[in-house]
């Protein structure tokens, strides 16, 4: 499974507390945070429940029971951000880019990101596609209760339509 977390805007909340929970300030808004995971073909396989923006994706994925459906075997491609090697279940795999730790990248540290980045498109362009709906684009807080709901449904739909390796596969042949 690839793996991301997309966030959405969100009305600013009347309360303190709660303009602090939902403040995303690697985004800058206001905004609710979800885990998407894709397989390898782009469909989306996995959607946790919106998380408020000020919660890092380490903690989301700490929290959001995804861990407990892989098994022994499987292997996870994400980010850099997803630093969740001590969290995972026995036998089963994360998949990063690699840290620069020196001037340059080794030339298997560079195949080993391209490989990796090449994977990790479909869950980026599965994420643009889930936020095309126009419900999307700002939650109103009268109706937080039920934004889980919402993005859950949009995700749904997102696997309706046409399957995102084709829509890869007839944009790369524009590109020739």
């Known amino acids: 499974m690839i793996i991301d977390c997309t966030e ?16 995303s300030s690697y ?3 206001s905004s609710a945070k979800s885990l998407v995971g894709v397989a390898p073909n782009g469909t989306i ?5 919106l998380y408020p923006g000020s919660n890092s994706d380490k903690t989301i994925v700490g929290e ?3 861990l407990n459906i892989f098994e022994p075997g499987d292997l996870i491609l994400a980010d ?17 880019p690699p ?6 990248f080794t030339a298997a540290q560079v195949r080993a ?15 643009a596609r889930i ?9 109103p807080v009268n109706m937080f209760h039920y934004s889980t709901e919402i993005f859950q449904t949009c995700c749904a739909l997102t696997n309706l339509k046409t399957p995102l390796i084709n829509e890869v596969e007839d944009e790369m042949r524009l590109w020739k």
């Open 8 to 23: 959405i805007r969100v009305e600013i909340p009347d309360s303190m507390r709660h303009k602090n929970l939902v403040h």
């Open 80 to 96: 850099k951000g997803f630093l969740i090697h001590d969290m995972l279940p026995p036998g089963v795999s994360l998949n990063i």
């Open 64 to 66: 959001c029971g995804l």
């Open 113 to 127: 990101t391209s490989t990796i980045a090449r994977a990790r498109i479909h869950v980026e362009r599965a994420n």
């Open 45 to 49: 396989t996995y959607v946790s429940d």
């Open 99 to 104: 840290f620069k730790r020196t001037a340059q």
């Open 131 to 139: 936020k095309e709906y126009q419900i999307l684009e700002c939650i």
């Open 27 to 29: 985004k800058g808004f």
